[in-house]
């Protein structure tokens, strides 16, 4: 057996005699005794120690261990629960067996009784951490693919999250809309030690000023009117795991303090109420604004951009990851290709205009378009007819106009590497060998250009000036 304890037991029961023969009985299967002598002690000790097995007495001074038991199941309902149980209490043993105990051990202990009620209970144990644990790897692999990319931004974000999940700091996410902030998120929650626990989202702008406060920290009844209940808010709710604070950004000032002091306190109290709660929570935030330059006029305060900025990750636009939107089509026409049809097929002309336009609504707008052409389109091709006026180069503002107009309709049967050789060529001639025109009429980086002119160059082509 390992020489560390590989379990924390939970021993509730009002008899130090009984507490200490269990806790040395623990001994022998590679657990700690964690002792309570109470309800309230035992609940203090299961919400600041992680615990694996709870045995429990029957009558305890403040309460009983049924209830004891069903408060625990609430919170934690994987952890087996043993019962200690006196004479003439069999039927409530097996009522507690209905109603979610693990097992129960009469009195008085046996410890042939204990050891076996206990080996079950490890084996019960031991298999929901590892379903769990293998539940928090297909959950990440999952939540990875959804942040579709090869490009070095997407693989340099990835990285990131993957070194930043572990650690628990707190994450500010920027970028435009429809890049992705929230997969961020979904990915960082989902690698962290965190999954399988709560991830609480919260879109700063979706909701009214005056249920702000509300909705981030609860209320108490009657704290104002229409108030009629109690109701626990997203800090409360994701205690134990991720709160998303989408839009940051958007906050109003007078709640960037009581959400600054929170952070600060791990602590807070509901809206009308005077109990101080405490939580547990990883913070993620994200934003489509400028947060230092808000900081600077006044709009936002600079302790809580500094709390909230441990770690940053910037998502690039569409637009400057231009290399990424073949794999996103294929994403998305898998996502919304319905069961027993085949995969419609975007042709390369249509795919040269797609990756060409410069996507002000970023995935987001992508996203949407796959899904109304697997809608809207009748055969197996998508062709560049089928695509709106502003990217097939039939309305203005086109990324693709001047390509479109350069090949003259001659696309069919060439590679799209081909394809957007010829486009970036033609485009330079056009351009009059202006490469930082050229870039901006082909909708790329003046970097991005130069590093395909030197591989055209090395392919022998030639390059017009």
Same mark, same amino acid.
């Given at each position: 057996m390992p020489d560390t304890p590989q379990w924390t037991v939970l021993v509730v029961d009002d008899h130090e005699s009984t507490r200490e023969t269990i806790a040395e009985t623990m001994r022998g299967y590679d657990a700690v005794a964690e002792k309570a002598s109470s309800v309230q002690q035992a609940l203090a000790i299961f919400s600041e120690t992680p615990i694996d097995i709870v045995i429990t007495d029957l009558r305890l001074p403040d309460g009983d261990g049924l209830g004891l038991m069903e408060e625990i199941l609430r919170r934690a309902p994987q952890v087996p629960v043993i019962l200690i149980t006196g004479h003439g209490s069999e039927d409530i043993a097996v009522d507690a067996i209905r109603r979610g105990a693990h097992d129960y051990i009469p009195k008085p202990i046996g410890l042939n009784r204990l050891r076996a009620v206990?080996?079950?209970?490890?084996?019960?144990?031991?298999?929901?951490? /590892?379903?769990?644990?293998?539940?928090?790897?297909?959950?990440?692999? %999952?939540? =990875?693919? &959804?942040?579709? !990319?090869?490009?070095?931004?997407?693989?340099?974000?990835?990285?990131?999250?993957?070194?930043?999940?572990?650690?628990?700091?707190?994450?500010?996410?920027?970028?435009?809309?429809?890049?992705?902030?929230e997969l961020v998120a979904d990915a960082i929650h989902a690698s962290s030690d965190r999954a399988g626990r709560p991830l609480i989202k919260i879109g700063v702008p979706a909701l009214p000023r005056d249920?702000?406060?509300?909705?981030?920290?609860?209320?108490?009844?009657?704290?104002?009117?229409?108030?009629?209940?109690?109701?626990?808010?997203?800090?409360?709710?994701?205690?134990?795991?991720?709160?998303?604070?989408?839009?940051?950004?958007?906050?109003?000032? /007078?709640?960037?303090?009581?959400?600054?002091?929170?952070?600060?306190? %791990?602590? =807070?109290? &509901?809206?009308? !109420?005077?109990?101080?709660?405490a939580v547990d929570i990883r913070l993620v935030c994200a934003t489509n604004r400028d947060l230092e330059a808000m900081v600077k006029a006044g709009t936002f305060r600079e302790d809580l951009y500094y709390r909230i900025n441990v770690l940053r990750i910037d998502l690039p636009p569409l637009r400057e990851r231009r290399d990424d939107i073949p794999l996103l089509v294929d994403h998305f026409m898998d996502e919304f290709t319905p069961a027993g049809r085949d995969r419609r097929h975007v042709n390369d002309e249509a795919m040269l205009a797609m990756t060409a336009y410069d996507w002000p609504g970023n995935v987001r707008e992508l996203r949407n378009l796959v899904e109304r052409l697997n809608i809207t389109v009748a055969g197996d091709s998508i062709e560049l007819k089928h695509l709106?006026?502003?990217?097939?180069?039939?309305?203005?503002?086109?990324?693709?106009?001047?390509?479109?107009?350069?090949?003259?309709?001659?696309?069919?049967?060439?590679?799209?590497?081909?394809?957007?050789?010829?486009?970036?060529?033609?485009?330079?001639?056009?351009?009059?060998?202006?490469?930082?025109?050229?870039?901006?009429?082909?909708?790329?980086?003046?970097?991005?250009?130069?590093?395909?002119?030197?591989?055209?160059?090395e392919q022998g082509f030639e390059i017009p000036e």
């Amino acid at each position: 057996m390992p020489d560390t304890p590989q379990w924390t037991v939970l021993v509730v029961d009002d008899h130090e005699s009984t507490r200490e023969t269990i806790a040395e009985t623990m001994r022998g299967y590679d657990a700690v005794a964690e002792k309570a002598s109470s309800v309230q002690q035992a609940l203090a000790i299961f919400s600041e120690t992680p615990i694996d097995i709870v045995i429990t007495d029957l009558r305890l001074p403040d309460g009983d261990g049924l209830g004891l038991m069903e408060e625990i199941l609430r919170r934690a309902p994987q952890v087996p629960v043993i019962l200690i149980t006196g004479h003439g209490s069999e039927d409530i043993a097996v009522d507690a067996i209905r109603r979610g105990a693990h097992d129960y051990i009469p009195k008085p202990i046996g410890l042939n009784r204990l050891r076996a009620v206990m080996e079950g209970a490890v084996r019960t144990r031991k298999l929901h951490l /590892e379903n769990l644990a293998l539940h928090k790897q297909i959950d990440a692999r %999952r939540a =990875f693919s &959804r942040i579709v !990319g090869n490009s070095p931004a997407i693989t340099a974000i990835k990285d990131i999250i993957r070194q930043v999940a572990p650690t628990g700091a707190t994450v500010l996410v920027t970028g435009e809309n429809g890049t992705g902030k929230e997969l961020v998120a979904d990915a960082i929650h989902a690698s962290s030690d965190r999954a399988g626990r709560p991830l609480i989202k919260i879109g700063v702008p979706a909701l009214p000023r005056d249920l702000l406060e509300s909705e981030l920290f609860g209320h108490e009844k009657g704290a104002f009117t229409g108030a009629l209940q109690s109701r626990k808010g997203r800090f409360e709710l994701a205690h134990g795991g991720t709160l998303f604070l989408d839009e940051i950004g958007d906050m109003p000032v /007078e709640l960037q303090t009581k959400l600054l002091r929170a952070l600060e306190m %791990r602590s =807070f109290e &509901r809206v009308g !109420g005077t109990e101080t709660i405490a939580v547990d929570i990883r913070l993620v935030c994200a934003t489509n604004r400028d947060l230092e330059a808000m900081v600077k006029a006044g709009t936002f305060r600079e302790d809580l951009y500094y709390r909230i900025n441990v770690l940053r990750i910037d998502l690039p636009p569409l637009r400057e990851r231009r290399d990424d939107i073949p794999l996103l089509v294929d994403h998305f026409m898998d996502e919304f290709t319905p069961a027993g049809r085949d995969r419609r097929h975007v042709n390369d002309e249509a795919m040269l205009a797609m990756t060409a336009y410069d996507w002000p609504g970023n995935v987001r707008e992508l996203r949407n378009l796959v899904e109304r052409l697997n809608i809207t389109v009748a055969g197996d091709s998508i062709e560049l007819k089928h695509l709106p006026a502003q990217m097939s180069g039939a309305g203005p503002a086109s990324a693709a106009g001047p390509v479109g107009a350069a090949f003259d309709g001659q696309l069919a049967g060439r590679s799209l590497d081909e394809i957007e050789r010829a486009a970036v060529l033609s485009t330079i001639k056009a351009q009059g060998g202006n490469k930082t025109q050229s870039a901006k009429v082909l909708g790329i980086g003046l970097k991005t250009l130069y590093r395909k002119l030197d591989a055209y160059r090395e392919q022998g082509f030639e390059i017009p000036e």
